[in-house]
């Protein structure tokens, strides 16, 4: 078992697999760029494991980036955030061993993104899944507005995306967003046999096959950049503002009229 680079990321050796846990759980998980940092260096070190697993701890997967930045918005502090974000997806998505989301709670906004640059996901029972950018002040450009739609479809990302419901485990697996859903006490279990899977299958030929199943993700990439430019253009905005003190302060918020 390693030691933890830090008290926020938790790295672990679980068998054959590197568990890496998120652990803000006073703010349900959110990543900061520091976050990111840590687990990005930990993903492109991994090829000494079979496979890769992503979970959060406090009873929450991830709620994505940091909503506290938002509020009081610099352009710095979120060109950072969401250039941490995207290399973040990019470090699951080019990692040379399977990443596995291991989902034991909320995974909102960033945080369901997160389960969509996965490789594969299993979900406890009480886990829930769900877009926040448009509620929030924000958008989801880092792959629910366009990776997304190639394994849910279309009509259904725009659904999730744009109108940021909440979905349960079981209704995100019929949706395609997961493999299999398990009762929550059976979900790290049922996590490392997955993983056990994995070591009767050729690491070399596994890379093989994921490196070569990312063509929807390079092809949306230009989308990425181009998403990310435009809201970084919108900070500061007053849609921004409100949108973040709004989920801050747990009420409703009340967006300016549109232009």
């Not at 492109?44 to 994505?64: D, K, L, M, W």
């Not at 792959?143 to 109108?163: C, P, S, W």
């Not at 979900?187 to 093989?208: D, K, M, N, T």
């Amino acid at each position: 078992m390693s030691t933890p680079t830090t008290t926020s990321v938790l790295l672990e050796s679980i068998d054959s697999s590197l568990w890496i846990r998120l652990n803000r759980p006073e703010r349900r998980n959110a990543f900061d760029a520091d976050m990111c940092s840590t687990i990005v260096e930990a993903l492109h070190g991994a090829n000494e494991y079979r496979s890769v697993v992503i979970t959060g701890s406090g009873g929450s997967f991830c709620a994505g980036g940091s909503l506290g930045q938002l509020s009081e918005p610099t352009v710095t502090e979120l060109r950072g955030l969401y250039r941490s974000s995207l290399e973040l997806f990019d470090a699951i998505r080019t990692c040379p061993r399977p990443v596995v989301a291991a989902v034991n709670g909320a995974a909102a906004g960033g945080g369901n993104e997160l389960v969509v640059a996965c490789d594969l996901a299993v979900a406890g029972r009480s886990a829930t899944f769900g877009q926040t950018g448009p509620r929030v002040g924000s958008s989801p450009v880092t792959g629910a507005t366009n990776v997304m739609g190639v394994q849910v479809g279309e009509k259904r990302a725009k659904e999730i995306a744009m109108l940021c419901r909440r979905y349960p485990a079981e209704r995100a697996y019929e949706l395609g967003l997961v493999n299999e859903v398990v009762d929550d006490d059976q979900l790290e279990e049922a996590v490392r046999s997955l993983c056990r899977e994995f070591e009767s299958l050729s690491p070399r030929y596994l890379e093989i096959t994921k490196i070569s199943s990312n063509i929807w993700w390079n092809s949306a990439r230009d989308s990425f950049s181009n998403g990310l430019g435009m809201l970084i253009q919108a900070i500061g905005s007053d849609d921004m503002i409100e949108g973040a003190q709004a989920f801050l302060e747990k009420r409703k918020p009340q967006f300016p009229p549109a232009e």
